[in-house]
């Protein structure tokens, strides 16, 4: 896992050309360096943030060429978040597995994207309230397939920053058989804020869950390797570069919460509806007779 780190907080994160892009591939050389050396084990994998690459490797060369630099001196496939062009009028979330060999191969694009911050549902609605929506100049496509990939021998279920919240797009990432959990995410935006911290949360709580190791992979911060049991085995500082070496065991168990799925809310909702319902209705009949 690298943590590249951003050259500065807040909406532009990316404002320098490349420099997002240049910190991960800098890491990753140096993760590399320490193979070589003897001092770090060799990745079967590497996995970077969403937006690790702030410009589109598709359509930038020297975006790629850095990329597939990056791939063939670890030795290893990379996961790479970008904001790819298209489909159409829109861009796209995407994570890409970038081999060392043959280059950027099999993807994900983000099935969630943000309203009012990815895309603008009724934009001259929302105009009406605020010229701010037009921070959002592209909208972002929603994508329309599972995120689990193949990528050094490991079946990859990725998501990407807070769709690791929407109970069904984990559910189906496990059931798709994601031997592990990814969740790439860019908090540059956040800057010392809680969001870091609470999305962790919601990953150890996903691990524990689906019984996955989950890797919160973050531009810069919180990025982590959760166990199975929710227990942190690393965990980064926020605007700090950071690379997690870590064995990670594929499983394909299913869980008890796996199999009830989203049974119990129902019957909890059900049950305080009940409640409700069992108060108000003698309340309201004893109200009318004392009228």
Request: net charge negative; glycine share 8%; proline share 5%.
């Amino acid at each position: 896992m690298i943590q590249g780190d951003v050259p500065q907080a807040g909406l532009d994160f990316n404002a320098r050309r490349r420099a997002v892009l240049d910190n991960h591939v800098q890491q990753t050389i140096s993760l590399a360096a320490a193979v070589a050396a003897g001092d770090r084990a060799q990745p079967d994998l590497v996995v970077w943030p969403e937006n690790s690459s702030d410009i589109d490797p598709y359509l930038n060369e020297d975006a790629a060429r850095q990329i597939s630099r990056a791939a063939e001196v670890v030795g290893a496939p990379i996961l790479v978040g970008a904001v790819v062009e298209g489909p159409g009028r829109f861009i796209s979330n995407t994570g890409i597995v970038w081999d060392p060999e043959t280059g950027p191969g099999d993807t994900y694009v983000k099935r969630h994207p943000v309203p009012l911050a990815e895309y603008v549902p009724a934009r001259g609605f929302f105009r009406l309230f605020s010229d701010k929506v037009d921070l959002v100049r592209r909208d972002f496509a929603h994508g329309t397939e599972v995120g689990v990939l193949e990528m050094g021998g490991a079946r990859v279920g990725d998501v990407i920053c807070f769709e690791v919240v929407y109970d069904s797009l984990v559910a189906d990432t496990v059931e798709a058989g994601a031997g592990m959990l990814v969740v790439q995410t860019n908090n540059a935006t956040f800057g010392f804020t809680d969001e870091s911290e609470q999305q962790l949360a919601a990953s150890r709580l996903r691990a524990v869950e689906f019984g996955r190791t989950v890797v919160v992979a973050a531009t810069s911060g919180i990025s982590a390797v959760v166990a199975p049991d929710g227990s942190l085995a690393r965990r980064s500082e926020l605007f700090t570069p950071a690379v997690f070496v870590e064995d990670v065991a594929q499983r394909d168990s299913t869980t008890l919460a796996e199999r009830l799925g989203a049974a119990p809310e129902w019957v909890l909702t059900a049950l305080g509806a009940g409640a409700v319902l069992a108060v108000a209705v003698p309340a309201g009949r004893r109200r009318r007779a004392a009228r």
